[in-house]
């Protein structure tokens, strides 16, 4: 079994380009489900098996282009989302959202079609 997964997946080496899956857990619907990194030796909290990951052909990212922070897998996710993070925000006032009781504006966002319809809104 461990030739059969030597034979499947070819070592990475530091410095190349990877896509790592994102879990659906950690995203948000309309986000990505890849993240582009490069093999590191030591940034981010987990260490990754080589099947989680798949090597690009082409290189996106050097090794100098990471910061020298470490960070889990959920934040990076969260730091490349559309929309933030896990799920969609969304407000339903009935109100035009002026005060910052509405969660679209006290997260400094613009209401979307999907928090309150075609109701009047002044925060789009």
Known sequence: MKQASENSFCPGEVGQSVTVKIPDVDRARSDF?????????????TLYSRNQ??????????VDDVPHT???????????SN?????????TCVQKC????????????LCSSKCHGSS???NK
Do not use: M, P, W
């Open 53 to 62: 990951f798949v090597i690009c052909k082409e290189r996106f990212l050097e």
């Open 70 to 80: 470490k960070i889990s897998h959920r934040e990076t996710a969260r730091k490349s």
């Open 98 to 109: 002026k005060t910052l009781k509405c969660k679209c504006t006290a997260a400094e966002r």
């Open 120 to 122: 009047t809104c002044d």
């Open 33 to 45: 489900r890849n993240i582009i990194g490069v093999i590191l030796s030591g940034r981010l909290l």
């Open 83 to 91: 929309l933030g993070g896990q799920g969609y925000g969304r407000c």
